[in-house]
């Protein structure tokens, strides 16, 4: 399998080029005899929305794990905003915010219940944990149900407070698991629309994973696909609609290509039984 990386050139020396928040070199983990991801080497430049994808088994959720310092890789390195992840692990976490697929909300609390506990977990100063929690409610535009149950929300209602969750310590880096799994076409836009904003108001830098190739082309600048732990393309939509030679190509075509099959023949028993499970958990 050919790995087709893309770098635009520079139109001069006076433009602007991004820097790399994070940054893996053969990043590696194996289990038993079982190479999850495979000498792994890609970048995702400051403010940038990068959609990771890849049927389920590639090497996604592993490669998730080991950014966000949850997993030790077997070799390898990876940076974020220059702090290692193995040697600097508690740095890396303070420079990042998780949202993973499953629910991570309390129901039982109210939504600013539940952004203060996490702003107390997060170590925000105590002085600034209501005001944060009451701009994130406003940005989420969640505020007027501010002092209602969790269990009360929509699904997409939940996922946004996730987000807000995710957001209260101001990390750098933003990772988003499946973030809008199980919602409604209704509620996916209005989560596309906050994670865009995300990164408009906020610089922030956003690595989610998808199986849904029109939330890739509605929400990310570039795009990186996985097949059997390896990262086998990397570039723009379209960038990696040109390689396939196609000049009607589809981002389906893209994924074809590269990962040998097609995206919905990627979802087996686990990962319908995992979607359901957070379909019916959101609401």
Known sequence: MVCASYNPPVDSVDSY?????????????????LTAVDHVSFAVRESEVFGLVGPNGAGKSTMIKMMTTLLRPTSGTATICGYDIVKQSASVRRQIGYVPQMVSADGDLTAKENLLLVATLYDVPKAERRERAEEALEFMNLADVADKRVRQFSGGMIRRLEIAQSMLHRPK???????????????????????????????????????????????????????????????????????????????????????????????????????????????
Request: charged share 30%; net charge negative; with cysteine.
């Open 17 to 33: 080029e991004p820097l790399n928040l994070l940054e893996t070199k053969s990043l590696t983990r194996r289990f038993d005899v």
């Open 173 to 283: 880096m933003l990772f988003l698991d499946e973030p809008t799994v199980g919602l409604d076409p209704v509620a996916r836009s209005s989560v596309w629309d906050h994670i865009l904003e995300l990164r408009d108001r906020y610089q922030t830098t956003i690595l989610l994973t998808t199986h849904l190739m029109d939330e890739v082309e509605n929400l990310c600048d570039r795009m990186g696909v996985m097949h059997h732990g390896k990262m086998v393309a990397v570039g723009t939509s379209a960038e990696l609609k040109t390689a396939t030679g196609d000049p009607k190509a589809t981002l389906d075509d893209v994924f074809i290509k590269f990962a040998g099959e097609r995206i919905d023949e990627s979802s087996g028993f686990r990962a319908i039984s995992r979607a359901r499970r957070t379909a019916r958990r959101l609401g």
